[in-house]
């Protein structure tokens, strides 16, 4: 079963940075832009997680917050607080209302997706997958181990997190620059044909003579993890 995560946030480039996200992940993602909207769909369904803006128009962020903890039906539900506010005193602020975890704009999204997965781990850990596995390849994401056919393979960090990312969605084509934020992120600045290096390093890694190759080319769009790799 889908994990559901509720965006409620008012920037819409920013929500629609983190659904990209968050959907890549494997993740079901509803939005909501402002706060007393958010309130009315929260008493109709409790998602796995919210995030959280802390200012939003019709009811603020915090005060959200508060209501949420104060129903049983959501005093549990994991709460990630965004907000500018950095100082020290809004963290407490924002933490002693009730959030499980609070993050501050401008904020790294893989980052963010990191505390999302850790967060729902302790919350909810049967919603998190450690293994994923597709045909004779299987990738454990907790001891980071790659094993074809029970071999043990051996790749490099970023070649681990490229087949990680390739893996969450297969069938589904991602172009070099989707490829370069979601596995070096968007803060680092390489050329896009650095992916091209590091999928022929992956495919060495993987590849046998005479074995499929999982990772399929798409020419003018990019790469994907072939979804029909181990089907008979």
């Known amino acids: 079963m889908a994990t559901n995560v509720m965006i409620v946030e008012d920037e819409e480039p920013l929500t629609l940075l983190l659904r990209y996200n968050l959907e890549a992940e494997g993740y079901t993602v509803e939005s909501v832009a402002r706060g007393d909207d958010a309130e009315i769909r929260l008493r109709e369904t409790t998602p796995d997680l919210v995030m959280l803006d802390w200012m939003l128009p019709g009811l603020s962020g915090i005060e959200l917050c508060r209501r949420l903890r104060a129903r049983a ?9 965004l907000t500018a506010r950095g100082e020290e005193g809004e963290r407490v602020r924002g933490l ?3 959030a499980d975890d609070y993050i501050v704009k401008p904020f790294s999204v ?8 850790s967060l ?4 909810k850990p ?7 596995s ?5 990738l454990d994401r907790e001891t980071h181990r790659v094993r074809r056919g029970g071999r043990e393979l051996h790749l490099g960090p970023t070649e681990f997190r490229l087949l990680e990312f390739l893996m969450k969605s297969p069938g589904r084509v991602f172009a070099r620059e989707q490829l370069l934020d979601g596995v070096w992120g968007q803060d680092v600045y390489i050329d896009d044909r650095t992916v091209d290096v590091h999928v022929g390093r992956l495919r060495r890694a993987i590849n ?4 499929p190759d999982p990772i399929r080319t798409v020419r003018g769009a990019g790469y994907a993890f072939d979804e ?5």
């Open 73 to 81: 039906e959501t005093e549990r539900m994991p709460i990630i607080m």
């Open 96 to 98: 002693s209302t009730g």
């Open 110 to 117: 893989p980052e963010l997706v990191a505390r999302v997965r």
């Open 120 to 123: 729902l781990r302790r919350a």
């Open 126 to 132: 049967e919603f998190v997958a450690n293994r994923l």
């Open 134 to 138: 597709m045909g004779d390849l299987e």
């Open 208 to 211: 046998r003579p005479r074995q």
């Open 228 to 232: 029909t790799f181990g089907r008979s």
